[in-house]
């Protein structure tokens, strides 16, 4: 069993920074493949970006390449979003989800290979 518990969100000006966080419990973090969705209102959950467990491969969504960075240290359980040039689109709440990679060394971009979702922390980007 894992939990993710976000934070880090909250309301920018358009062309701002943000980091959030993601902190795993349990002691299989390295296991895992980490990603972040994103589901604004009135739409679907989207793909934003991942890493793989070992942190050897990433995955951007087009819409935010180049300009958010995801991360992790599997030391201390956490997955990072930086989120450069925020845009009023990028308004959303963010969740963050461990996707279990016993043999799959590289990345899941699909929501339906992730089994363990945090709670989502909300950004908010005024233009």
């Known amino acids: 069993q894992v939990q993710l518990v976000e934070s880090g969100g909250g309301l920018v000006q358009a062309g701002d920074s943000l980091r959030l966080s993601c902190a795993a419990s349990?002691?299989?973090?390295?296991?895992?493949?980490m990603g972040w969705f994103r589901q604004a209102q009135g739409k679907e959950r989207e793909f934003v970006a991942a890493i793989s467990k070992m942190d050897t491969s990433t995955d951007y969504a087009d819409s935010v390449k180049g300009r958010f960075t995801i991360s992790r240290d599997n030391a201390k359980h956490t997955v990072y979003l930086r989120m450069n040039s925020l845009k009023p689109e990028d308004t959303a709440v963010y969740y963050c989800?461990?996707?279990?990679?016993?043999?799959?060394?590289?990345?899941?971009?699909?929501?339906?290979?992730?089994?363990?979702w945090g709670q989502g922390t909300q950004v908010t980007v005024s233009s």
């Open positions: 989800a461990a996707a279990l990679s016993t043999r799959y060394s590289g990345v899941y971009t699909n929501a339906v290979w992730y089994n363990y």
């Open positions: 349990g002691r299989t973090f390295g296991s895992y493949c």
